[in-house]
Nanobody, 122 residues
Framework: QVQLVESGGGLVQPGGSLRLSCVVS????????MAWFRRAPGKEREFVAR?????SYRGSVIDRFTISRDNAKNTLYLQMNNLSPEDTAIYYC??????????????????WGQGTQVTVSS
């Protein structure tokens, strides 16, 4: 069974930083297209970043978030800097469907982690 386990969330003040991790098991990772999504209170789950055929970010996180991966550890990362309250959300790790090279919607992904809560508040 494919497993994706996120960690690294927590409470941070505006301007602070967090690094999220996603450990993947049960599937090939080194050539997998991976992505981060998030769901803020009262909002739909939205694309944050992806890593694979290309690297891409949603506009509101450009120059603040960095997606990376360690294939030897089957781990995906999201470094988040200069956080603001608008970044408060549950963050999810996801694996893209085999035919989807550039996932941007939840339907483009097939495997999901349980999510990790990020709260940005003073």
């Amino acid at each position: 069974q494919v497993q994706l386990v996120e960690s690294g969330g927590g409470l941070v003040q505006p301007g602070g930083s967090l690094r999220l991790s996603c450990v993947v098991s049960g599937r090939t990772f080194d050539k997998a297209i991976m992505a981060w999504f998030r769901r803020a209170p009262g909002k739909e789950r939205e694309f944050v970043a992806r890593s694979g055929a290309d690297t891409s970010y949603r506009g509101s996180v450009i120059d603040r978030f960095t997606i990376s991966r360690d294939n030897a550890k089957n781990t995906l990362y999201l470094q988040m800097n200069n956080l603001s309250p608008e970044d408060t959300a549950i963050y999810y790790c996801a694996a893209g469907r085999p035919e989807k090279l550039y996932p941007v919607t939840v339907l483009d992904c097939q495997d999901w982690g349980q999510g990790t809560q990020v709260t940005v508040s003073s």
